[in-house]
């Protein structure tokens, strides 16, 4: 199964193939944060991390506590999410490339959360099955071969009660232009709606993002494992 992760910006003039993207992300991971910065992700995802910490306060449920963030790159939906909940105490970080995930390092440092490093992708066996309070997933599953694959192991990486959030790529003349570079797919919100509830997750919701780049490229998803 391939899950090396969205990078979501035009870098260079010709296309990276599958095969070819952690070497790509490792070239391109010193100036990656900043281009997440530059495009409003950040903003994006706080908005997503809002939305979920008002949906857990509304119906008290379980704390956000252990998080896996798969294909987390440099950490920015992680730090949205830990801005969002004081109750987190530990974030793991997944990605493919090591080189992404050491410059992740110096952006968790005004947090009191423990973050661990894992070089590793979607399936890695040393992720254990319902150990995580919440899964965070900002722009994977474009590029793997079978998303509902992919989204059948977020939800048994959860434990009974836990919630993912995932950010996905949508259908726009923008988005084609990143993709012909990445080579990565784009679901319409129904067409991700349809799959959370086909693998099993519940509660599923839809969170458009308003403004800047985000706004035309991506949609925001929240759903439980019951």
């Known amino acids: 199964m391939k899950a090396l992760g969205l990078r979501g910006k035009i870098f260079g003039s010709s296309q990276i193939h599958s095969k070819d993207l952690k070497s790509a992300y490792d070239r391109f991971a010193h100036r990656w944060h900043r281009g997440i910065l530059r495009m409003g992700y950040n903003q994006a995802y706080d908005k997503l991390c809002h939305f979920d910490a008002t949906y857990r306060s509304k119906e008290a449920e379980v704390s956000s506590g252990r998080v896996l963030d798969v294909g987390a790159g440099t950490g ?4 949205s999410f830990l801005r ?10 997944l ?4 080189v992404m995930l050491e410059f992740s390092r110096e952006n968790f440092t005004d947090f009191d959360a423990s ?3 894992i070089e590793g992708g979607i399936g890695d066996q040393r992720i254990r099955p319902k150990t995580y309070d919440t899964v ?7 590029h793997t071969d079978d998303p509902k694959e992919s989204l059948c192991w977020m939800m048994s990486c959860l ?3 836990g919630t993912v959030l995932l950010a996905v790529s949508k259908p726009h003349w923008c988005t084609s232009l ?5 080579g990565h797919k784009a679901y319409e919100p129904d067409q991700l709606v349809a799959m959370l509830n086909d693998v099993g997750f519940e509660q599923v919701e ?3 993002f308003r403004y800047g780049p985000p706004s035309r490229m991506s949609y925001g998803y929240r759903a439980r494992r019951i």
């Not at 990605?95 to 090591?98: I, M």
């Not at 990143?178 to 990445?182: D, F, T």
């Open 178 to 182: 990143i993709r012909w570079k990445w």
């Open 206 to 208: 839809a969170v458009s």
């Open 115 to 117: 973050v661990d490093l």
């Open 95 to 98: 990605d493919p490339s090591r």
């Open 84 to 93: 969002h909940n004081d109750d987190c105490n530990r974030v793991e970080l």
């Open 159 to 161: 434990k009974p009660g």
């Open 76 to 79: 920015a939906l992680s730090l």
């Open 136 to 142: 965070l997933c900002a722009h994977v599953i474009e």
